[in-house]
T-cell receptor, first 117, second 114 residues
Framework: KQEVTQIPAALSVPEGENLVLNCSFT??????LQWFRQDPGKGLTSLLL?????REQTSGRLNASLDKSSGRSTLYIAASQPGDSATYLC????????????????FGQGTILTVHP | DVKVTQSSRYLVKRTGEKVFLECVQD?????MFWYRQDPGLGLRLIYF???????EKGDIPEGYSVSREKKERFSLILESASTNQTSMYLC?????????????FGPGTRLTVT
């Protein structure tokens, strides 16, 4: 059974700092990996999607990498801002084995990020 | 932009009531999902659907049922609400095919059962 772990559980940094959030997964047979952001009391916002054949994806100040063989992904946030404060979740989608698991995600517990001015 | 909408942001129901949570997506996605999110337990999948009228149990289906009569709409039904179903409910959808598969979420429904 796929397990996804995110480290650290919480992180507090001063504004302007570059930071890295970590995600590890136990089964490397994945279709893709997705990073989300969640603000308190809100739904999840998709940040980046990395297909299993890709090594990284970038969007603005965000860069996500994927090392499928070692079961790891990182989310790099450059020049952090107070508006980046949120919970960040990673989720993996299993490779399609022909069954109806297609599309299901397994989520990590998230990293709570606080960026203080 | 993909849009996933949920019928209510906040809902308060009494124990024993039948509760309907509605989710609509506008991107012609094949897959739709219902999750609940609780502090310390994270996101847990209740049910999902990969086509009209098709449904599969997730990790915690007990006490819930679903309906998907049209491709764009996926309903979660609590047949007899109980206090342990107080939670944040999140709907999501995703497409299939090469290069697709990004999952999009709605804003969530905070359900309180008293």
């Amino acid at each position: 059974k796929q397990e996804v772990t995110q480290i650290p559980a919480a992180l507090s940094v001063p504004e302007g700092e570059n930071l890295v959030l970590n995600c590890s997964f136990t089964d490397s047979a994945i279709y893709n990996l997705q990073w989300f952001r969640q603000d308190p009391g809100k739904g999840l916002t998709s940040l980046l999607l990395i297909q299993s054949s890709q090594r990284e994806q970038t969007s603005g100040r965000l860069n996500a990498s994927l090392d499928k063989s070692s079961g790891r992904s990182t989310l790099y946030i450059a020049a952090s801002q107070p508006g980046d404060s949120a919970t960040y979740l990673c989720a993996v989608r299993p490779a399609n084995a022909g069954g109806t698991s297609y599309g299901k995600l397994t989520f990590g517990q998230g990293t709570i990020l606080t960026v203080h001015p | 932009d993909v849009k996933v909408t949920q019928s209510s942001r906040y809902l308060v129901k009494r124990t024993g009531e039948k509760v309907f949570l509605e989710c609509v997506q506008d991107m012609d996605h094949e897959n739709m999902f219902w999750y609940r999110q609780d502090p310390g337990l994270g996101l847990r999948l209740i049910y999902f659907s990969y086509d009209v009228k098709m449904k599969e149990k997730g990790d915690i289906p007990e006490g819930y049922s679903v309906s998907r009569e049209k491709k764009e709409r996926f309903s979660l039904i609590l047949e007899s609400a109980s206090t342990n179903q107080t939670s944040m409910y999140l709907c999501a959808s995703s497409g299939t095919g090469k290069g697709k598969g990004e999952q999009y979420f709605g804003p969530g429904t905070r359900l309180t059962v008293t």
